[in-house]
């Protein structure tokens, strides 16, 4: 049933005579119709008296851009420190709906409300328009992407015929957020407005900027930081916030998510997720840079029970506003385009290829089909500076007490490692595709070539942070899986042009490359225990599969993947080698005292596992008993890892060291 077309409120007399939609309320005197039929534009005064405010002017929330904190509104700064210690909630008050007509029944406000929407709908419309004529009202903040020479710039070119127009315009954040009061109860009873503690927010942001922010850069450090050292983190987009806070989780001190009354970072981690979440689908959020943000860091989420679709699924959805918004391509491709500022083409070019690592990552861990093809995109390549760019405005007193010190160094890996993401591209393109061509020896060879000029520092230089030592064992680890991908395929088929003569030591050396990279793989991982950076209980030598197990056993309270690859595992050694696998049976294991204790926290709904090895996706009957392998020496599993901070680094999915979608190419 279609909805019934409403009279504006306020009309000329010439729309009011012809019985006509006017625009007044919209663009003012003179309207759309009036000017196109080059006619005096005559308002009655009564009118006028009546005529609503605009809607950018009724809402003090349009005068700060989203990303600088637009929502929720602003409480005093004095209410950060004076209302809440260190161990107090921060409560952020809810926004208001907008209400722009109190009188009348609800009928009448629905219908006004569908008025409203139409008018910000024309108006934005306008305001494109205007800014493609160059002509613009007010001073621009969202992208607006017209494409290349097809879809609407073919038909905005009509309107400047004599000069090229660029593909990307800025035009005003003209819609606020805005809320119904059931959406508004919703979200406050899932927590969204009450941020932790001012302890807890500092450890998370130190923990984020440490570690998540050096692999992906995809917020402006200088508005979060400057904001929480002002008392004023409220001011922050909440969307944003409780992303950055959930990516941040494993790398806090337990103490703090046990002051915030989680029993563990996991469940934290999941409430985080679940505010974060709640607010992506209800909160009314319309900037598609704010949402961009955050579907990437929601992409580090995993539950261990839907087979890891959420990383594919939110990397899609950043992917796919990437595209919409245009930050695959150039804005200065034609010409250069003025009215974007360079802070903007940082941030634009950080979040453009930080998608394109993911997507060329997870589709290489996931086994899936890329979504970004290059061949469409002219983004320049990213540099140090892009990374670099939004600390420029910190104090240095913030930046020593919330930045790792060798930042600059870490921003250079970064570089690296997005040129390791677009070789691995062209790999996968060449070995890996459904209908593929057999591919030329030229190609090979230059390829091969393109992935040595990738080639990583053997050692890290004297003097860095821990982040920075793991984040160059990070590099080499992709590095490591790079060539695995490449030289895996050629040992059991050879390219087209190479003779015949030399097939079977052509494919004996491809099988060299590929062993001595999965070598190097475990000298890395021995490396991380011999310089104590996993705090390896004294020498011993260990099989790939007794370390992976060993570590699954420990990180499995953490990681809800770790107990699902424990569980793939343990069945294959009892299938292989069940004389080796003692115990190695679905027998039921006693975890009541862990599931009874992680009830009555009523926290999270995350179990936080103790000293067993149930899979949190099992049946309360069919839980996996820990398997004890054949080790040479006695290891003590608790003293394998005793830094969290470390551990946290090495293992999860938002860090800078993703140990486990770095081997997977090797299974």
Known sequence: MSGRRHRSAVACQSCRRRKVRCSLTVTGVPCIGCAQDRVECVVDARAKLQRRVPMRCLSSLNNVSPREGSWPPRPSSSSFHNGSSNSQAIRIPSPRPRVLHDEGTPADRERHGEQDTIQDEERNGIEIAAAILGKPERAGQVPFYTSDQIGLTSALNICSPERTLPRHFLIPSYISTSLSDDDREYLDRKGVFTLPGNEACASLLRAYFYHVHPIMPVVEVDHFLNNFHAGRLQEQNILLVWCVFFAAVNFIPVSICQHEGYECRKAMKTAMYSRAKCMYNNGGERDKIVLLQSSLLLGFWHSGMDEHIEPWYWTGIAVSLCQALGLHCDPDSTRYNASITDRQRHLWRRLWWSCFFRDRWLGLTL???????????????????????????????????????????????????????????????????????????????????????????????????????????????????????????????????LHSAYHEEWQHRMRLHADAAASRTNDIVEALAQENLLNFAGPMTLSKLNMCMMVMEEFQKVYSAASILRGIFTKAIQHLCPEDAVNATTSTVDSTSSATSSSKTGTSKAVCTADVTTTETSAPGNRISPVTLPLEGNLDVSGIISNDSIVDVLMDEASIFNFWGTLGPMN
Not at 390 to 416: H, K, N, R
């Open 367 to 497: 086994g899936r089909p890329v979504r970004i093809n290059l061949n469409d995109c002219d983004m320049p390549m990213p540099s140090a500076a892009d990374l670099l760019s939004s600390v420029d405005g910190l104090s240095q007193e913030i930046v020593d007490a919330f930045l790792p010190g060798d930042l600059q160094q870490m921003a250079q890996y970064w570089v690296l490692l997005i040129k390791m993401s677009k070789v691995l591209g062209d790999v996968l393109a060449l070995n890996y595709r459904a209908f593929r061509p057999r591919p030329l020896l030229e190609q090979v060879e230059a390829l091969e070539s393109e992935i040595m000029q990738c080639r990583p520092p053997d050692k890290y230089e004297l003097g860095l942070s821990r982040p920075a030592i793991f984040y160059q064992y990070h590099l080499q680890l992709h590095y490591q899986a790079l060539l695995i991908t490449f030289y895996r395929p050629y040992g059991a088929e050879v390219p087209d042009g």
